[in-house]
């Protein structure tokens, strides 16, 4: 069974800061990676989606890395904004085409 | 438009009742699914249906019924509503079993 572990549970900067939000997997059999973000009450934004082939996706200030033999990704924010501020979840797709999801890191960043 | 969307957005009923969430997508995606977000915030996937057929179904009770007249819709019914049942349930779709999901924006019950 898949477990999806991400710390910090939640982080606090000052704006410009650089974040750095870590997820760590059991189970390297995987098909992808996707990292999301959610804001209180709303549903889930897709951020990035790294493929089992590959080590690293980037959009903008988001850069994300995959280790899948050790079962590790990172997803890097630079410059945060107080616009940044969300709960990022990270979700591993299994060959079981299930979605685990990990607790997810709740992230301020103080203007 | 809204590519995943969710009816109601907010649920509120007492116990015993029975309730319907729909869900419809927009995107085309032959795969759709169910997930439950407790109050610790943590998502499981409940069910996932490929193309109108249920391919995954975890430990949930059998008080649960997907339903799935068609590709682009998923709909939820539960019957006698429990309080533990009080949540926020997510409908997502994708291209394909192991592509990008992309959610709608949830549907949150209270059982009193």
């Known amino acids: 069974k898949q477990e999806v572990t991400q710390i910090p549970a939640a982080l606090s900067v000052p704006e410009g800061e650089n974040l750095v939000l870590n997820c760590s997997f059991t189970d390297s059999a995987i098909y992808n990676l996707q990292w999301f973000r959610q804001d209180p009450g709303k549903g889930l934004t897709s951020l990035l989606l790294?493929?089992?082939?590959?080590r690293e996706q980037t959009s903008g200030r988001l850069n994300a890395s995959l280790d899948k033999s050790s079962g590790r990704s990172t997803l890097y924010i630079a410059a945060s904004q107080p616009g940044d501020s969300a709960t990022y979840l990270c979700a591993v797709n299994s060959n079981d085409y299930k979605l685990s999801f990990g607790a997810g890191t709740t992230v301020t960043v103080r203007a | 438009d809204t590519a995943v969307s969710q009816t109601p957005k907010y649920l509120v009923t007492q116990m015993g009742n029975d309730k319907s969430i729909k869900c419809e997508q927009n995107?085309?995606?032959?795969?759709m699914y169910w997930y439950k977000q407790d109050s610790k915030k943590f998502l499981k996937i409940m069910f996932s249906y490929n193309n109108k057929e249920l391919i995954i179904n975890e430990t949930v009770p059998n008080r649960f019924s997907p339903k799935s007249p068609d590709k682009a819709h998923l709909n939820l019914h539960i019957n006698s509503l429990e309080l533990g049942d009080s949540a926020v349930y997510f409908c997502a779709s994708s291209p394909l079993g192991e592509g990008e999901l992309f959610f709608g924006e949830g549907s949150r019950l209270t059982v009193l």
């Open positions: 995107l085309g995606h032959d795969t």
């Open positions: 790294i493929q089992s082939s590959q």
